[in-house]
């Protein structure tokens, strides 16, 4: 079984930062790890996600491209997100997904909660 540890989370005012981290183990092989966020009555959207193997591809969604930055550590199997310049509608529970050789995961999230 893959287990997670997320961190970082928590309430930070408009325009402020959060680093968010998620360390991964249980698996032999990682193929990629990604953040998603919800809010209630809303789907599960992507933020990032970061290819941990071959070219570590990157992408974003558009709501947070040149805000968010994803970047990982393959030793540690840890996977990061900086949020910089942060909105009220980044407010959201956000998990860590990861994509290995025994298949697809979800961390158990965290709040980032983001008032003026």
């Known amino acids: 079984q893959v287990h997670f540890v997320e961190s970082g989370g928590g309430l930070v005012q408009i325009g402020g930062s959060l680093r968010l981290s998620c360390a991964a183990s249980g698996f032999t092989a990682m193929y990629a790890m990604s953040w998603y966020r919800q809010v209630p009555g809303k789907e599960r959207e992507l933020v990032a996600a970061l290819a941990t193997v071959g070219d570590s591809r990157t992408d974003y969604a558009d709501s947070v491209k040149g805000r968010f930055t994803i970047s990982g550590d393959n030793a540690k199997n840890t996977v990061y997100l900086q949020m910089n310049n942060l909105k009220p509608e980044d407010t959201a529970v956000y998990y860590c997904?990861?994509?290995?050789?025994?298949?697809?995961?979800w961390g158990q999230g965290t709040q980032v909660t983001v008032s003026s």
């Open positions: 997904n990861a994509i290995t050789d025994m298949g697809h995961f």
